[in-house]
């Protein structure tokens, strides 16, 4: 079975920009969850989606928003970029809808200048 | 708060020495308790979990955990590390508190950096 997959690996925008990345979960899992990992901050959850509906958000502002479409994929979006949003922006999917297991992908770098 | 802790920011060990990794939590209710481990250059990797039952897991390559509910502790140990064992670890809580509609919600501690010197 493929591994979650993230789309681009890297990205370099500028302040003011917006965003916009991917990821495809592993095939059969419907919950997609979205995390932020910096270096000050760690890893911090951002939200989860299941079956096309945002269940649960992190303590983010309104500029971080995200959906999931019916084949379980889904994408974030950070609008008018800030130079704090510059991280690692990881992807994870769950088969069970609660409490269980996540598997990472391997991130988007994204750098705001 | 809820919270996770992992009391060990840098650790640095020799090969064949043991390792224990402290993690505890805050939370109440049903919690699902995980290690995760990141290589360098590499994505985030479940090392092993805990949902119910024996509150000794064990994981992949050689590492175990154990969950200690009174203290609120998931400390992960292996007992003899190898050069390869460097890397970044995570402890992570996925709890039922403050998750009402459920879901999939990891909670990760900072991070242990552990290096292993030859």
């Known amino acids: 079975k493929a591994g979650v997959t993230q789309t681009p690996r890297y990205l370099i925008k500028t302040r003011g920009q917006q965003v916009t990345l991917s990821c495809s979960p592993i095939s059969g899992h419907r919950s997609v969850s979205w995390y932020q990992q910096t270096p000050g901050q760690g890893l911090q959850f951002l939200f989860e989606?299941?079956?096309?509906?945002?269940?649960n958000k992190g303590n983010f502002p309104g500029r971080f928003s995200g959906r999931q479409f019916s084949n379980s994929r889904s994408e974030m979006n950070v609008s008018t970029l800030e130079l704090g949003d510059s991280a690692l922006y990881l992807c994870?999917?769950?088969?069970?809808?609660?409490?269980?297991?996540?598997?990472f992908g391997p991130g988007t770098r994204l750098t705001v200048l | 708060a809820q919270s996770v802790s992992q009391h060990n920011h840098h650790v640095i060990l020799s090969e064949a020495a043991s390792l224990e990794l402290g993690c505890n939590y805050s939370?109440?209710?049903?919690?699902?308790l995980f290690w995760y481990v990141q290589y360098p250059g590499q994505h985030l990797q479940l090392l092993l979990k805990y949902f119910s039952g024996d509150p000794l897991v064990k994981g992949i390559k050689g590492f175990e955990a154990e969950f200690i509910k009174s203290k609120f502790s998931f400390n992960l140990r292996k007992p003899s590390v190898q050069w390869s064992d460097t890397a970044e670890y995570f402890c992570?809580?996925?709890?039922?508190?403050?998750?009402?509609?459920?879901?999939?919600?990891?909670?990760f501690g900072t991070g242990t950096q552990l290096k292993v010197e030859l």
């Open positions: 939370y109440g209710g049903t919690v699902n």
């Open positions: 989606y299941f079956s096309e509906t945002q269940r």
């Open positions: 994870a999917s769950s088969f069970q809808s609660s409490y269980n297991e996540q598997f």
């Open positions: 992570a809580v996925n709890a039922s508190e403050g998750l009402t509609g459920g879901g999939n919600k990891l909670t």
